[in-house]
């Protein structure tokens, strides 16, 4: 229970305790009442049968109410009744209320000198018993008795009063304890009742009240790490903001995001990703002052505003401590991670005189760190909002590509070296700018996973590659290359199905691309639908082999069709001399003893051409046998031509191969 708590409990237990007090003083109140109530009956009744008996047994009452001395036989009675039953002592009162006659458990004593007594003279006026419960002084009275003062009626005519003195200590003691138990009982039951409820309610409000405290906690808090959020930075950078004019001072705005944070989920799932978010939490709360702030905007995304500084450089020192800081190693479930940091910094005034103002001007020092290759700090400039808007101008472009198939598809060729023939095209996307210029893949693709919507790309290009290859000549295959985001849904199969069933192309005449990361996440569930593509008839193609991680356990697990070597060998050739060509050669004998063709991109030489040739490569695709070009381009004469042999006169020798190549020219004037 925290201190917070403690008055809220005392004031409960106070409220409690005096509901209780007020209850048990009540029932005490009652139990008094009603015993002394029922005394009374008791009394009274006892005192007027003692009269009543009186009565009955002294003939001569009357005559000694009157002054007379008793008989000797109602002596006798007296006498007898003195010690008998629980009227201790007994007087007897004429008329008027003077007593006559006295009768106690020592002796039956007329009066001579008769004491005027009100209550008995009251008695006989009112023609009612007058009783008064008195606690015993004297010597020889019980400790608890009633003074019952009784009209003694003969005929319809009071004679005489008795003034019965009843013993009610034994019954007052029976009345209270069976009253206190009854009351005791009746207390712990609305006790009881009463206090569970009470109890109930307390707990609830207890309840209530910490519901409403973490409620307002997370109004301004992140759930997972405790830092303040978005709306709570506003609120702070406000306040920041607002006094920095009078105090002449800087606050620095630090934009951290986590490089490649997807792949801690992929490999140590969301638990991990969980861990290592919180853990990035701690050590920013831990190395930040008082007056600082640290901010959570979600997902992998933090925040940390640096006040009271007085220029640039504090605000690289800290950042460049941050970096330092959150790279140190991290254990979960003795499994180590390490990963790197982009950061973003805006310094206010000058990159923003508002919260959404530097945090824009962050966001986009961030985004620039990313586009440099993230694991590094960069300080807002104002050209960096030119990069903003093309990448906004560019995002547009994109989202409304997708809802209006504004996408365009150019087919590569791609040659059999050995029978010099056309064999098929590479499907490669495009995206026209504004101008009406082509935008590079590599400039839109990222940006398309980014946003989520490679799926909806990828099914379009597979649409339409299949119906646009449907119209080729038989033998004739295209290539469309696959994302691994196509992978993630688990539907690439039908995706696959779909395309080959709506355009009529039979599946042997289409190749699926793949990379090697792709077989990096979740291994087992993408080699189940790499299987299943392959029960399709189509072929599966290793693409980009030698630019990732080269497993070639890859290449054993899973029976590839066909292995395309990156463009980057044949970018080297020229320079880097045998030692390409050893790997290259090296490559195409491994797929040859595994029974997969081999392709190598980016050919634009005809000394390139010849030394596949030597190498006995299987298939060979490049700026050198022609350049992407739009399906309307593809015509019948070019596909016709494509596949003749041409022959044209033979190159010179390349220097370092002694195999060389006949050179060929498609129809349309290509270099091949």
Same mark, same amino acid.
């Given at each position: ?5 403690i008055p809220?409990?005392?004031r ?9 007090g007020?209850?048990?003083?009540g029932?005490w ?11 009374y ?7 007027q ?8 047994n002294v003939?001569?009452?009357?005559q000694?109410?009157?002054g ?8 006798a009675?007296f ?6 039953g ?7 009162f ?5 007593s ?16 005027f ?5 009251r ?15 004297a010597?020889g ?14 005929g ?17 003691n ?5 009253f ?10 609305t006790?009881?009742?009463?206090g569970?409820p ?38 702070r ?12 001072g ?29 853990s ?15 901010a959570?905007?979600?997902?992998d ?8 500084i007085?220029?640039?450089e ?17 254990y979960?479930?003795e ?9 973003g910094?805006?310094l ?10 530097l ?24 050209e ?15 989202r ?11 087919y ?9 023939k056309l ?6 996307v ?16 990222p940006?398309?996973?980014?946003l989520? /919507?490679?799926d909806? $790309?990828?099914?379009? #290009?597979?649409r %339409?590659?299949?119906? +646009? @290859? ?12 696959l ?5 993630e ?15 009529g192309?039979?599946?042997?005449r ?35 082999f ?6 070639l ?23 880097s ?10 490559i195409?004998? /491994?797929?040859?003893q $595994?029974?997969?063709? #081999?392709?190598? %991109?980016?050919?634009? +030489? @005809?000394?390139?051409?010849?030394f ?6 299987d ?5 050198f ?11 019948a ?16 020798k ?19």
């Open positions: 229970m925290t201190i917070r708590n809220t409990l005392w409960f237990l106070g409220m409690l305790g005096l509901i209780l007020l209850l048990l003083g029932t109140l009652t139990v008094k009442t009603t015993s002394d109530y029922l005394l009956q008791s009394a009274t009744d006892r005192a049968n003692w009269a009543n008996f009186l009565a009955e003939r001569d009452l009357e000694i109410a009157a007379e001395k008793p008989s000797a036989a109602s002596l009675f006498d007898s009744t003195r010690k008998a629980e009227v201790f002592r007994y007087i007897i004429n008329g008027y209320g003077y006559v006659l006295l009768s106690d458990h020592e002796k039956v004593t007329p009066v001579e000198l008769s004491d007594n009100p209550d008995a003279a008695s006989i006026t009112e023609n009612r018993p007058i009783v008064d419960a008195k606690d015993g002084r010597r009275e019980p400790n608890y008795f009633s003074e019952a003062f009784v009209p003694v009626m003969v319809e005519r009071a004679v005489a009063i008795v003034a019965a003195y009843v013993d009610q200590t034994g019954e007052r029976r009345f209270y304890r069976t206190l138990v009854a009351a005791a009982t009746l207390c712990l039951l006790g009881l009742s009463f569970f009470a109890i109930a309610w307390y707990w609830r409000t207890k309840e209530k009240q910490q519901a409403d405290r973490r409620i307002r906690f997370l109004a301004h808090h992140d759930v997972l790490t405790g830092l303040a959020n978005r709306a709570r930075l506003i609120e950078l406000e306040s920041a903001l607002a006094v920095l004019p009078s105090t002449g800087i606050i620095a705005l630090h934009f951290i995001d986590i490089d490649h944070f997807k792949e801690v989920n992929d490999t140590l799932g969301h638990d991990g990703g969980d861990f290592l978010l919180s990035i939490g701690q050590r920013l709360n831990a190395m930040t002052r008082i007056e600082d702030m640290v959570r905007l979600g997902g995304e933090f925040i940390v505003v640096q006040t009271q007085t220029g640039k504090q605000a690289e020192a800290f950042a460049q401590r941050i970096s330092t800081i959150l790279s140190a190693p991290m979960y479930k499994q180590e991670i390490c990963t790197s940091f982009t950061i910094v805006a206010g005034l000058a990159d923003g005189i508002t919260p959404e103002r945090l824009k001007s962050a966001d986009l020092a961030l985004y620039s760190g990313k586009a440099a290759g993230r694991n590094c700090i960069r300080f807002f400039a104002p960096m909002d030119e990069a903003v808007q093309a990448r906004i101008a560019l995002e547009k472009a994109i409304a590509a997708i809802a209006d198939d504004g996408f365009i598809l150019h590569q060729p791609i040659f059999e070296l050995g029978s010099k064999i098929g095209f590479e499907a490669l495009r995206l026209l700018g504004d101008d009406g210029t082509l935008i590079p893949p590599d400039h839109f693709i940006m398309i996973e980014e989520r /919507l490679m909806k $790309l990828g099914a379009w #290009v597979l %339409e590659a299949c119906r +646009t @290859a449907a119209t080729w000549p038989e033998n004739l295959t295209v290539a469309v290359n994302s691994a985001t196509q992978f849904s688990g539907k690439i199969t039908e995706t696959v199905a779909e395309a080959l069933r709506t355009s192309l039979p599946a042997n289409l190749e699926l691309e793949i990379t090697e990361t792709l077989l990096l996440n979740n291994n087992e569930r993408t080699m189940a639908q790499l299987k299943e593509l392959k029960a399709t008839g189509s072929a599966i193609v290793m693409d980009d030698g630019t990732g991680y080269s497993s356990r890859y290449l054993w697990k899973f029976p590839f069709d066909k292995l395309k070597i990156d463009r980057s060998f044949m970018q080297g050739f020229d320079n001399g045998s030692d390409v060509e050893t790997v290259v050669k090296t195409i004998a /491994l797929g040859r $595994l029974h997969m063709r #081999v392709t190598i %991109e980016g050919v634009e +030489t @005809a000394t390139q051409l010849n596949l040739a030597g190498a006995d490569a298939q060979v695709q490049g700026f046998f022609g350049r992407p070009v739009p399906a309307s381009e593809i015509s004469n070019i596909l016709s031509g494509f596949n003749r042999t041409l022959r044209l006169p033979q190159p010179a390349s220097p370092r191969s002694r195999n060389v190549v006949p050179g060929l020219r498609g129809a349309a004037g290509t270099s091949l």
